[in-house]
């Protein structure tokens, strides 16, 4: 298994410009979390989907911001007409749904980092 | 979720053990507690999780009071590689489609000396 994998691991841009990140979940992982860190801060929460169907979204992710996970397995998150305050740490993270809430752990990738100029 | 306390920073001598704490008193009984780190500029990784009961893995302890309102998390042999943000987040499992994501709080930031 190789991990949760995300692309790219860095991405400057201008701003209003668009920009997308992949995320690539842990094989058969059915659940994946997309998170955004800023500096100095812990993650926090943007979305969510179980397989193909975004079951939640943060008041974070504004109109701007657009995730999909279309077949299921690798996920995009988009950001359109980026703004600097969009500059930050984006994370993935996915789990399996197994057995039931309790147990379900996620693991994480090595992060995209934006910087909007 | 229950909210968490932890200090912000702490030293460790390498090769001691590194001793965590966590401050959970509004803990509620489905409600577990789970630790991740982060090494500087990479994601978090997960560490260890319980309920109840101590719990230990390869890479660590937890240890959670008989009252559950806090938690210490044990790296027996700390080193330099250890060096990163401890988060202890309290969280109840929810199934079926309901998400279970992590609530971060700004944890600890563990300073493994030589």
């Known amino acids: 298994d190789t991990g949760v994998s995300q692309n790219p691991r860095h991405k400057i841009t201008k701003r209003g410009q668009n920009v997308t990140f992949r995320c690539d979940p842990i094989s058969e992982h059915n659940r994946l979390y997309w998170y955004r860190q800023t500096l100095g801060q812990g993650p926090e929460f943007l979305t969510y989907?179980?397989?193909?169907?975004?079951?939640?979204k943060s008041r974070l992710l504004s109109d701007r911001f657009s995730a999909e996970r279309p077949k299921g397995s690798f996920s995009t998150l988009e950001i359109q007409r980026t703004e600097q305050g969009d500059s930050a740490m984006y994370l993935c993270?996915?789990?399996?749904?197994?057995?039931?809430?309790?147990?379900?752990?996620?693991?994480f990738g090595p992060g995209t980092r934006l910087l909007v100029l | 979720d229950a909210k968490t306390t932890q200090p912000p920073s702490m030293d460790c001598a390498e090769g001691r053990a590194a001793n965590l704490p966590c401050n959970h008193s509004t803990i509620s009984g489905n409600e577990y507690v789970y630790w991740y780190r982060q090494i500087h500029s990479q994601g978090p990784q997960y560490i260890i999780h319980g309920l109840k009961n101590n719990e230990t893995n390869e890479m660590a302890s937890l240890i959670i009071t008989e009252d559950r309102k806090s938690s210490t998390l044990i790296l027996p042999h700390a080193t330099l590689r250890d060096t990163a943000v401890y988060y202890c987040?309290?969280?109840?499992?929810?199934?079926?489609?309901?998400?279970?994501?992590?609530?971060f709080g700004t944890g600890t930031l563990l300073a493994v000396q030589p």
């Open positions: 987040i309290v969280r109840v499992g929810r199934y079926g489609g309901a998400t279970n994501k992590l609530i």
């Open positions: 989907f179980q397989n193909e169907a975004q079951l939640e």
């Open positions: 993270a996915s789990s399996l749904d197994a057995s039931g809430g309790p147990q379900e752990t996620q693991y």
